[in-house]
């Protein structure tokens, strides 16, 4: 079972939008509509930002959204701001009734 | 406020077991929702290990599933996880979680998480 792929980094400067990618398999991101994202700050708990590839939670800003095609599921962080700098996780159910985490994305807001 | 609070030794000996406690507070664990565990290796991603619901149903990662066992006591509102044969690879930050109702496989409540160094 090996993690879904996340590119390593992204950055962007305050105000751009940058989309994270998180790439799976047809055992588990292309089967299955129950993708989420958290977001994670050092030292803190991490936060769900997507849930069910595109819904938010109540509190999460709409600057935040989710897509999927085929295996590839993503995240898309409109207007950044500099508290969006963190890490960031992808997550899928998996064929076998398992969840996979991705291997993360750490965002810079330049 | 709903809470999951974790607790556990900190530092555990190679070979030995890792037992790791959950208190969830202000909300009944009696419910449709799943409670269990992730956790982060220093400098790596998050590794789902396992879920528990009210009435024992249990789902457990593959790779862990051999050296784990997960119960739940809805009494007293905690949950609790066992790994045996810890080793270095299983240094981490421990992270217990709620799962919404079933099938939903989303983590909406997290606990501030716990190291757990494996040394001698």
């Known amino acids: 079972q090996s993690a879904l792929t996340q590119p390593a980094s992204v950055s962007g400067s305050p105000g751009q939008s940058i989309t994270i990618s998180c790439t799976g398999t047809s055992s588990d991101v292309g089967s299955y509509d129950r993708v989420s994202w958290y977001q994670h700050h050092p030292g803190k708990a991490p936060k769900v930002m997507i849930y069910e590839v595109t819904k938010r939670p109540s509190g999460v800003s709409n600057r935040f959204s989710g897509s999927k095609s085929g295996n590839t599921a993503s995240l898309t962080i409109s207007a950044l701001q500099a508290e969006d700098e963190a890490d960031y996780y992808c997550?899928?159910?998996?064929?076998?009734?398992?969840?996979?985490f991705g291997g993360g994305t750490k965002l810079t807001v330049l | 406020q709903v809470k999951v609070q974790e607790s556990g030794p900190g530092l555990v000996k190679p070979s030995e077991t890792l037992s790791l406690t959950c208190v969830v507070s202000d909300y009944s664990t009696s419910g449709d929702d799943y409670w269990g565990w992730i956790r982060q290796p220093p400098g790596k991603g998050l590794e789902w290990i396992a879920i528990?619901?009210?009435?024992?149903?249990?789902y457990f990662n593959p790779s862990l599933k051999s050296r784990l066992t997960i119960s739940i006591d809805t009494s007293k509102t905690q949950f609790s996880v066992k790994m045996t044969a810890m080793t270095a690879a299983d240094e981490a930050v421990y992270y217990c979680?709620?799962?919404?109702?079933?099938?939903?496989?989303?983590?909406?409540?997290w606990g501030r998480g716990t190291l757990v160094t494996v040394s001698s």
């Open positions: 997550c899928s159910l998996t064929i076998g009734d398992t969840a996979i």
């Open positions: 528990i619901n009210h009435s024992g149903r249990t």
């Open positions: 979680v709620r799962q919404v109702g079933h099938g939903t496989w989303y983590f909406d409540l």
